[in-house]
């Protein structure tokens, strides 16, 4: 039969959890890891690498690695990646689904890993804001991926849901979820074991992403403050001060100072340039001030929906990583004037909801109702009357942001001119009073319908938004009773997938998976003698250190001992660039000798 799970798929780090015995807990891999970096790539030798393999490499091969691909669910934006080494010209393009299908792909080989069990139904959690395509997208993913998906829920819920705030009295509470990629706030009542969302608002291009790029940027400017120069714009060394300022944020949340180090990121002339430098949490904090403000307003709009007040509130929670950066507790204290709560991972709370509401649904000994909410109003383009004449274009909200879902709502429309025999329905998800600023979810034609004059033919539209965020329109011409229906699971290029494309896309993630016995013993092999460059730069680096001055014989031991360190792990992606780094250095040492 399988077992059922819940699963975060996150910007930056995914979980899987399960219920048991009425408790959620998350699943660890065999090294007993809860959070799989949401990261994909392929090694030199053409190996797939999901998770923290795939993250070791990125900063030396960001060509054959791919990170933060939620902010790109639901579009048609392709990611090329090299499979092979820096020689190899075979590359294939990955749409974000299909990246997504790989790390839930991994989940699911890690659940059944650690339950002993084949597992086959899956809940997985989405922002709160994401939009009707975003959802299919990910839909699709955990289907290529193998699962059946019981349903989508709202990450800032699923949190709701793993802190049990269950009491008999009503409790209201603001769930603040701030992610790598994604922000979204929710404000849900929670009642004895029924959690309802009361509004939910956000932004899907928001997150930790966009604290490590501003701090990107402020590096970059103090290198070409230093120097002179610019950084290069070179893939590699742009994913190195990236995953620098990565370092670095999370250095600054528990530390008011964070010392930067990064060798080799340019020249001058015939010298290597460095990066040393220290950033202070003030200064980061001064980098991301408008972005937490940003979320501030969000909240506002979600308790303006709500119709509650700051004071309304009893309890507020702090979920995703990046709501451990100091100035954002401190922001949301300020700004509610209410102390956030905490006693579960901000990282894993979401996971363990979802497993709550996977074990609703199969029937687990779990007491948990979920009642949630549209995030975006649906409806569909109309003409208006006003004094200026019949105006069209006008967006015509069929379902209003944060209705309870499921939900089915109808409007009745008439026809515009007289004689009219066809009638285009546009659909849109958004909150402009002007259709084509929103987003476009898809559009047909009911055709053939009874000639007359303006106004006199009814034309009944009717909108079904099910729990997994799929919106059915249907078109009902009242006189001769003709129907016409669109399936909205798609939007922006994301297609949903026909049965037999869906069947390659798993056949085809299935050949990804396959362990090789016989390959892996030759990737044990590679690293049983040095290969023969390498080990011409360590002989030479050896026999340098003892001509060096203090400083750069130091400096050029600590390379000597990564490589080392490297070597012995079995790192090859961060042995290429230790190489390279230490040609570098030796180029510039032997130059300067001269």
């Avoid at 769930?175 to 939910?200: P, R």
């Avoid at 290069?232 to 944020?249: G, M, V, Y």
């Avoid at 980098?287 to 506002?300: F, K, M, Q």
Wanted: charged share 25%.
């Amino acid at each position: 039969m399988g077992r059922t799970v819940g699963i975060d798929l996150g910007t930056t780090n995914s979980e899987v959890a399960i219920v048991e015995n009425g408790q959620a807990r998350i699943l660890p891999d065999t090294d007993g890891n809860l959070m799989l970096p949401s990261c994909v790539g392929f090694s030199d030798t053409g190996k797939l690498l999901v998770g923290r393999e795939a993250l070791r490499q990125y900063a030396a091969a960001p060509e054959r690695t791919v990170r933060s691909i939620k902010r790109w669910m639901g579009t048609d934006h392709k990611t090329t990646l090299r499979i092979g080494g820096s020689e190899s010209e075979d590359t294939k393009d990955y749409l974000p689904h299909e990246i997504s299908a790989i790390i839930l792909r991994s989940l699911k080989q890690r659940a059944e890993n650690a339950l002993g069990e084949e597992v086959t139904k899956a809940v997985i959690t989405v922002p709160a804001y994401f939009t009707d395509a975003q959802r299919q997208a990910t839909k699709t993913a955990g289907e290529i991926a193998g699962f059946e998906v019981l349903q989508i829920i709202n990450e800032p819920t699923a949190a709701a849901l793993a802190y049990d705030v269950r009491s008999e009295e009503t409790e209201r509470v603001l769930v603040y979820d701030l992610g790598g990629g994604t922000f979204d706030v929710s404000v849900v009542e929670i009642t004895g074991s029924v959690t309802e969302v009361l509004a939910s608002h956000g932004n899907n291009r928001l997150g930790g992403d966009d604290f490590d790029r501003r701090l990107q940027l402020h590096l970059t400017d103090i290198f070409l403050k230093t120097h002179g120069v610019n950084v290069p714009d070179e893939p590699s060394t742009q994913a190195r001060l990236l995953q620098a300022a990565e370092e670095i944020k999370m250095e600054l949340s528990s530390h008011a100072f964070a010392p930067v180090r990064e060798a080799f990121l340019g020249t001058k002339g015939k010298t290597a340039l460095h990066l040393e430098t220290e950033v202070a949490r003030s200064d980061f904090e001064d980098l991301i001030r408008p972005l937490v403000n940003e979320t501030l307003e969000a909240i506002d709009r979600a308790l303006a929906d709500a119709n509650l007040v700051p004071s309304d509130l009893d309890r507020v929670i702090l979920v995703g990583g990046s709501t451990r950066v100091p100035l954002v507790q401190q922001m949301v204290d300020a700004h509610l004037n209410q102390k956030p709560v905490d006693g579960i991972q901000p990282d894993l709370c979401v996971a363990l909801g979802a497993a709550i509401q996977a074990g609703v649904l199969v029937g687990e000994d779990v007491e948990a109702i979920l009642v949630d909410v549209i995030p975006h109003s649906l409806g569909i383009s109309a003409v208006v009357m006003t004094p200026m004449g019949m105006m069209p274009g006008f967006f015509s909200v069929i379902i209003p942001r944060n209705s309870v879902v499921p939900v089915s709502r109808s409007q009745v429309y008439s026809t515009t001119s007289d004689n009219q025999s066809v009638v285009k329905i546009d659909v849109f998800q958004g909150e402009n009073q002007m259709a084509e600023e929103n987003v476009p979810l898809g559009s047909y034609k009911i055709e053939d319908i009874p000639r007359g004059a303006a106004g006199s033919i009814k034309i009944e539209v009717h909108f079904d938004f099910d729990l997994n965020g799929i919106l059915t329109v249907t078109t009902t011409e009242k006189g001769k009773g003709q129907q016409a229906k669109l399936v909205v699971e798609s939007a922006t290029g994301v297609q949903k997938l026909s049965s037999q494309a869906l069947n390659q896309a798993k056949h085809y993630l299935d050949s990804l998976f396959v362990e090789d016995d016989d390959e892996i013993e030759d990737d044990d092999e590679i690293f049983t003698e040095l290969d023969p460059e390498l080990a011409k730069l360590v002989e030479q680096g050896q026999k340098l250190i003892d001509t060096l001055e203090d400083e750069q014989a130091d400096e050029l031991q600590d390379l000597l001992d990564r490589l080392e360190e490297a070597i012995a792990e079995e790192e090859t992606a961060l042995i290429a660039q230790l190489q390279e780094e230490l040609s570098d250095f030796l180029y510039y040492s032997t130059t300067k000798e001269s």
